[in-house]
């Protein structure tokens, strides 16, 4: 009789003891998924967040908003050139910019959108060749002429096709015209073989300026010949 007792006082304090422990939460794997979705919207929180720290100051607060404020996006057709005062922070390719239109400067051949960020302390520099406009010339439309500045005397002029990576060609020394008007300067190249000229009356070719010693070159412009 007294072992019975004994037996179930330990079973009574037995489940005392369980039922006081505090209960796993249970891990309902829907509720812990983590979705492209949510880690997007969290971080667009954050980043609304971090103008409302009590511990930023308002002279902070305003350089974060004027840094965002002045970053643009230059496509790379009609205006190809990016304005004094912007320095480009990366390349990508934008739906809005049509790279499929003449005239097209694809961005080192493979971009259609420069993001740039407003620093007006920031001067391009004079190594860095510059295209300003460009198109076909001589009698028959062969030619190219390419008039920028920043050219320097050993200059030569790379060709590819519209949607190749390749060069074709490329005009060096003899086989390029390097002349000097004022602040503007002008290269004129004629297409040596026929598939150039196939090309460039059909679907166009793309032309980049480069200077060798510091190994600058201008964004690659896409001309078609004249018809």
Known sequence: MKNIFIKAVFTLLLLTIISCQNNEDEIIPAEN??????????EKLIEENELKKENLSPELKNDIL????????????????????????????????DFTTFPANLYLGLYNTAVCIHDPIIIPPSTTP?????????????????????FDDNSYVDVR????SEIIASYRGADR????????????????????????ATRGLRIWVVNPDPRKWADGRLIKRFQ
């Open 161 to 164: 096709t519209k949607n190749g």
């Open 66 to 97: 004027q840094e965002r404020s002045s970053i643009r996006r230059f496509c790379s057709i009609f205006n190809p050139i990016i304005p004094i005062g912007y320095r480009v922070l990366y390349y990508e390719n934008s739906v809005p910019c």
């Open 130 to 150: 510059l295209i300003k406009r460009a198109g076909s010339g001589c009698d028959d439309h062969y030619c190219i002429w390419i008039l920028g500045k920043n």
């Open 33 to 42: 998924t983590t979705t492209e979705e949510t880690l997007i919207d969290t």
């Open 177 to 200: 015209v390097l002349t000097t008007s004022g602040a503007d300067q002008l290269i004129t190249v004629r297409f040596k073989t026929e598939f150039e000229r196939r090309e460039f």
